[in-house]
């Protein structure tokens, strides 16, 4: 367990950097690679998710820049001699804030939709609060790694119930970005 100095110590730096570093922000489009890790009764469901995504940062201050995600998420459904879990396929769509914490760290939020490819299914609300780094490569591009926690909720209706239905992953990303 870390004291109270310590904890006051990281807080003061976490929110002191912006003004200590100076953040460059430039627009920029993204392709990624991700990799879903499920969480909670959702991990009963799938083992793991693998997909893809397009994310444009667009600045709209110095350290700020809206972001707009798109992508495709396929969850393998889990298989074994008792029951046979069909994969969930969702297009993810989001929008949300990125906040440049030093040259190349940020930390974002991002709120949208899940909009399901399975039959039966119904579209979620998708939230997910997120760090990466931005690594700087030959010719201007970047390579963007982040980690964030994404859930999905709402209701589905199964043999006439209204049942709760929340899914949550740790998703991890890998993306070569392009200056615009």
């Given at each position: 367990?870390?004291?109270?100095?310590?904890?006051i110590?990281?807080?003061?730096?976490?929110?002191?950097?912006?003004?200590?570093?100076?953040?460059?922000?430039?627009a920029?489009?993204?392709?990624?690679a991700?990799?879903?890790?499920?969480s909670?009764?959702?991990?009963?469901?799938?083992?793991?998710g693998?997909g893809?995504?397009?994310?444009?940062?667009?600045?709209?201050?110095?350290?700020?820049?809206?972001?707009?995600?798109?992508?495709?998420?396929?969850?393998?459904?889990?298989r074994?001699?008792l029951?046979?879990?069909?994969?969930?396929?969702?297009?993810?769509?989001?929008?949300?804030?990125?906040?440049?914490?030093?040259?190349?760290?940020?930390?974002?939020?991002?709120?949208?939709?899940?909009?399901?490819?399975?039959?039966?299914q119904?579209?979620?609300?998708?939230?997910?609060?997120?760090?990466?780094?931005?690594?700087?490569?030959?010719?201007?591009?970047?390579?963007?790694?982040?980690?964030?926690?994404?859930?999905?909720?709402?209701?589905?209706?199964?043999?006439?119930?209204?049942?709760?239905?929340?899914?949550?992953?740790?998703?991890?990303?890998?993306?070569?970005?392009?200056?615009?």
């Amino acid at each position: 367990m870390l004291s109270p100095k310590i904890k006051i110590i990281l807080f003061v730096l976490l929110f002191s950097s912006p003004v200590l570093l100076k953040a460059q922000n430039s627009a920029n489009i993204g392709i990624a690679a991700e990799i879903g890790l499920p969480s909670g009764n959702f991990s009963n469901l799938s083992g793991i998710g693998l997909g893809v995504s397009v994310k444009a940062d667009l600045p709209v201050a110095e350290s700020f820049a809206l972001t707009l995600n798109a992508g495709f998420m396929n969850f393998f459904g889990r298989r074994n001699q008792l029951f046979n879990v069909q994969d969930l396929t969702y297009i993810p769509a989001k929008a949300g804030l990125k906040y440049q914490l030093g040259e190349s760290f940020y930390a974002e939020g991002q709120l949208g939709a899940a909009l399901p490819l399975n039959k039966n299914q119904k579209t979620l609300f998708a939230w997910s609060p997120g760090i990466g780094n931005q690594f700087k490569l030959s010719g201007g591009n970047k390579l963007d790694l982040g980690i964030r926690y994404e859930a999905w909720t709402g209701k589905n209706n199964i043999a006439g119930l209204n049942k709760s239905d929340s899914k949550g992953f740790v998703g991890i990303r890998f993306a070569y970005l392009f200056g615009l």
